[in-house]
Nanobody, 117 residues
Framework: QVRLVESGGGVVQPGGSLRLSCAASGEISSLKPMGWYRQPPGKARELVGTSDSDGSTTYADSVKGRFTISRDSGENTMYLQMNNVKPADTAVYYC???????????WGQGTQVTISS
């Protein structure tokens, strides 16, 4: 079984910075990317970016140049560094990982990020 726990959410002013963490346990696939998603209030869930085990990353156009995804050396924790945040970044942020044996995509519980205006 795979368990994902997001942390680091909170309230921050526009233009500020925030760093989210996703701690993974269990047998996750090293051949599939981990991901960050977010769901703004009243809107659909959207992809923020992905991180492969080799360190390569992708980003949605809405966060390019502002957000950075990284993973630790053991690939058990993934981070989302959020810089120059905007009110539109307000959302519940989720991380995902694929189980090594099941191929199932697991989701964390989410962490709330609120950008004050």
């Amino acid at each position: 079984q795979v368990r994902l726990v997001e942390s680091g959410g909170g309230v921050v002013q526009p233009g500020g910075s925030l760093r989210l963490s996703c701690a993974a346990s269990g047998e996750i696939s090293s051949l599939k990317p981990m991901g960050w998603y977010r769901q703004p209030p009243g809107k659909a869930r959207e992809l923020v970016g992905t991180s492969d085990s080799d360190g390569s990353t992708t980003y949605a156009d809405s966060v390019k140049g502002r957000f950075t995804i990284s993973r630790d050396s053991g690939e058990n924790t993934m981070y989302l560094q959020m810089n120059n945040v905007k009110p539109a970044d307000t959302a519940v942020y989720y991380c995902t990982a694929v189980g090594h044996w099941s191929g199932y995509t697991y989701w964390g519980q989410g962490t709330q990020v609120t950008i004050s205006s």
